[in-house]
């Protein structure tokens, strides 16, 4: 299950094969899906091939909540008074960057010191200065209710996707 980031060799790819299936098939699809997936990691194999639904709804779907929630930013600085392209650039470029300190500080320690890598709760904390503007936005996100909300998401899309996988079964 590649993502559309694989368009651009930075795909989350999440695979399954049955025990049975012989190593040097298992190699070959690492082979052609890691020429897709994001250098380091972007290339995943579950355990059960239910767990493909979740790959969909994390990883298959995710661009489209990021893309959205992105949007949402940038409209949000228009609603500001920021302009189009400065709204849109400000948007993109914090995800951008953002999205680029996770992969580095999360996927693997960023120093040869052996520490842990980190979590994206960690670098969150981190720019969350108590009681400062970060936090109040954090705040009005959790009290709003966006915990929940990405919960039912990505249990829509889960749902969803095992429905869809049922359908093709009885076909």
Same mark, same amino acid.
């Given at each position: ?28 699809? #690492?082979?052609?899906?890691? &020429? ?34 992105? #949007? ?37 320690? +960023?120093?040869?010191?052996? !520490?842990?890598?980190?979590?994206? #709760? ?6 969350? +200065? ?5 936090? !109040?936005?954090?705040? +009005?996100?959790?009290? #709003? ?15 969803? &996707? ?10």
């Amino acid at each position: 299950m590649p993502n559309t980031p694989s368009l651009l060799g930075l795909g989350a790819i999440g695979m399954y094969a049955p025990e049975s299936t012989p190593k040097h098939h298992r190699e070959l699809s #690492e082979d052609i899906l890691g &020429a897709v997936s994001a250098p380091g990691g972007g290339l995943v194999w579950v355990e059960r091939e239910e767990l493909l639904d979740a790959v969909t709804a994390v990883s298959g779907s995710g661009p489209a909540y990021h893309f959205y929630i992105t #949007e949402l930013i940038e409209k949000e600085g228009l609603r500001m008074g920021l302009d189009q392209m400065t709204a849109r650039k400000l948007a993109i470029y914090t995800a951008l960057g953002s999205s680029t300190m996770m992969a580095n500080q999360c996927l693997e320690s +960023s120093d040869n010191s052996g !520490a842990a890598p980190l979590n994206p #709760e960690d670098l969150r904390k981190r720019v969350t +200065s108590p009681n400062g503007t970060t936090h !109040a936005a954090i705040l +009005s996100l959790q009290n #709003e209710g966006l915990p929940t909300l990405i919960h039912k998401a990505l249990e829509a899309c889960n749902s969803r &996707a095992q429905e869809i996988g049922d359908e093709l079964e009885k076909q």
